[in-house]
Nanobody, 131 residues
């Protein structure tokens, strides 16, 4: 069983919206945080958003702030990333990842961190924004 499984990606027009899902397996429960990342071909991986498990606090990259929203549904063991007002530059493979093997983690350090604390990764889902 995969520990994290992303879904919801696809092709969307500029200005459109989609919701990505990150299903968390039972073995992964107990994580400290879930982050959403994206990587375009030939580009460095970018941290998009993060949600802290303990208090539900969230952070966003400046490039997506006001357009993307991260949320969790504990009953479904799923983390969502709502992508609104999409732009072509949002095109990338989107990954979710979990912090599992640390004493603690706070998403407060996510915007400027190198994200080495994220040790469990999903397979990614492609988001393509194009007309």
């Amino acid at each position: 069983q995969l520990q994290l499984v992303e879904s919801g990606g696809g092709l969307v027009q500029p200005g459109g919206a989609m919701r990505l899902s990150c299903a968390v397996s039972e073995v992964t429960k107990g994580y400290y945080a879930i982050g959403w990342f994206r990587q375009a071909p030939g580009k460095e991986r970018e941290g998009v958003s993060c949600i802290t498990s303990s208090d539900g606090s969230t952070v966003y990259a400046d490039s997506v702030k006001g357009r993307f929203t991260i949320s969790s549904d504990n009953a479904k063991n799923t983390i969502y990333l709502q992508l609104n007002s999409l732009k072509p530059e949002d095109t990338a493979v989107y990954y979710c990842a979990a912090v599992r093997f640390r004493r603690y983690y706070s998403c407060s350090i996510f915007p400027t961190g190198h994200h080495t604390e994220f040790d469990t990764w999903g397979q990614g889902t492609q988001v393509t924004v194009s007309s």
